[in-house]
């Protein structure tokens, strides 16, 4: 994710919206020969994963350590992270390419709809076009999956871009706005602070009553904590930005 911010971030000071589609076609293109070439799409058989173990190695998120004290490759992680950094880039591009349509000051508020609408359905239609030979993986963070989960995200933004911007529809979307306003704040939040186990403290004699909703339960709690620390921040004037 970082690679993809500093690429993004270098070609929006330095490239055209052109070279910026050019550079995220590229990376597509490149991913994807690398992983044909290099193996398939199994967990013990593409190269994402097996470049990650050779240059990573013990680093690697998902390493154990046994009673020995010898370290190995956990079975059951399959993220792969130094190849697919080619496709980070892409989704964070998409990403501000989005926003620099939407900051365009020769485009009516319709005209943005639908080019960010035509922008999704073309990624869509692309990655699902592409899936049958290079499939839709999202621990590999494939070029298909890239293409269909930018396409999904771009028209949600249109959506959103529709009843927000376009028509005034603001009533009952305003709560949102402390999400978009410390976005990174509510990442970090959600990614690495456990408050699944304060509101476990609290709700643990539920557990019986919920049964397998537990984690719901759980999860819900969670998200209750975040919102209402966003709502806090943003009240004092707080703003995390990178």
Not at 100 to 105: E, F, I, N, P, T
Not at 154 to 166: C, G, K, P, R, Y
């Amino acid at each position: 994710i970082a690679v993809g911010y500093l690429a993004t971030a270098i070609m929006v000071l330095h490239l055209s919206r052109r070279w910026m589609l050019a550079v995220c076609g590229f990376c597509l293109v490149v991913y994807a020969l690398v992983m044909s070439l290099g193996g398939d799409f199994t967990h013990t058989g593409n190269i994402a994963e097996a470049i990650d173990n050779a240059v990573l190695g013990r680093f690697r998120d998902g390493v154990y350590y046994d009673s020995n004290g010898n370290w190995h490759f956990s079975p059951y992680y399959n993220n792969s992270w130094i190849l697919s950094s080619l496709n980070f880039i892409v989704s964070v591009a998409i990403g501000a390419l989005a926003g620099s349509w939407l900051k365009r000051r020769d485009r009516s508020a319709r005209q943005k709809t639908l080019g960010l609408a035509a922008f999704g359905v073309s990624a869509l239609l692309l990655g699902y076009a592409w899936s049958p030979w290079h499939p839709i993986i999202k621990r590999l963070w494939t070029s298909s999956m890239t293409l269909v989960s930018s396409g999904y995200a771009l028209l949600l933004l249109s959506a959103f871009h529709f009843v927000v911007d376009e028509k005034g529809w603001t009533k009952g979307m305003m709560w949102l706005g402390y999400y978009g306003r410390n976005a990174i704040l509510a990442y970090f939040l959600g990614e690495f602070v456990r408050f699944d186990s304060v509101v476990n403290s609290f709700a643990y004699a539920l557990a019986p009553m919920v049964g397998g909703f537990y984690p719901a339960v759980l999860a819900f709690g969670k998200s209750l904590i975040v919102f209402l620390i966003l709502v806090l921040m943003d009240r004092a004037k707080i703003f995390v930005r990178l």
